[in-house]
């Protein structure tokens, strides 16, 4: 498990193994940076004021996601099996994006 504090090849280590816990941060990476892309492209669609169309806002989504997993997807063949673990850290920032942008329209249907 941890190693000592002076050892440095384990001081980072959470579950013993550097390259899983580098994989979940690889994968917590990929999902911020898919929402954060999210973001950008309403931003940008609300910028230009006209409306995005379900099409529209789904084949983006889709491009997003397909790269996002690509690169997970690549990243789990070059580190196999210890990459395998990024699709571990893809899902936990997904399960927390959605807590965090799912309570507040709880609250808001709640409130209606």
Known sequence: MLGVVGDRR??????GF??????????????LLNHVLTELGL????ETGGEISRRQFA?????????????AFVIVLLFW????????GLA????????FT???LLNELKKA
């Open 92 to 99: 936990v920032m997904h399960l927390v994006m959605l807590i």
């Open 43 to 46: 931003a940008r669609a609300l």
């Open 10 to 15: 384990q001081a980072l280590a959470v579950v």
């Open 59 to 71: 084949m983006g989504s889709f491009g997003r996601l397909a790269l996002v997993t690509l690169i």
């Open 18 to 31: 550097p390259l899983v816990d580098l994989s979940i941060a690889v994968g917590v990476f990929l999902s």
């Open 102 to 104: 799912g309570l507040p």
């Open 81 to 88: 099996p210890y990459g395998a673990a990024v699709f571990l």
